[in-house]
Nanobody
Framework: QVQLVESGGGLVQAGESLRLSCTAS????????MSWFRQAPGKQRELVAD???????KYSDSVKGRFTISSDNSKNTVYLQMNSLKPEDTAVYYC????????????????WGQGTQVTVSS
């Protein structure tokens, strides 16, 4: 089993910054990809950014140039630095990881964090 603990959400004004963190623990052999998703009220959950174990990153068009995803593989932790926040960034942000939990198989499993609220006021 794998547990994810997120932190860093809060209430900020437009133009300000926040940094989210997510640490994975438990039965981890290796982590393939760490991602941040978000879900605003009445909307579907969407991918914000992800990073592979090799450091390759991908961003949604709506956050490109404002958000930066990074990771510390030694700590099984992923970060999301969010700058120039806009009211439309308001959502619950979820961490997701794809984890290999056994040396006997290459199967990876998906785990989700509990979510952290980010609210941006205008």
């Amino acid at each position: 089993q794998v547990q994810l603990v997120e932190s860093g959400g809060g209430l900020v004004q437009a133009g300000e910054s926040l940094r989210l963190s997510c640490t994975a623990s438990g039965s981890i052999v290796s982590i393939n990809t760490m991602s941040w998703f978000r879900q605003a009220p009445g909307k579907q959950r969407e991918l914000v950014a992800d990073i592979t174990s090799a450091g390759s990153t991908k961003y949604s068009d709506s956050v490109k140039g404002r958000f930066t995803i990074s990771s510390d593989n030694s700590k099984n932790t992923v970060y999301l630095q969010m700058n120039s926040l806009k009211p439309e960034d308001t959502a619950v942000y979820y961490c997701q990881v794809l984890v290999r939990t056994s040396t006997r198989t290459t199967t990876v499993y998906q785990y989700w964090g509990q979510g952290t609220q980010v609210t941006v006021s205008s």
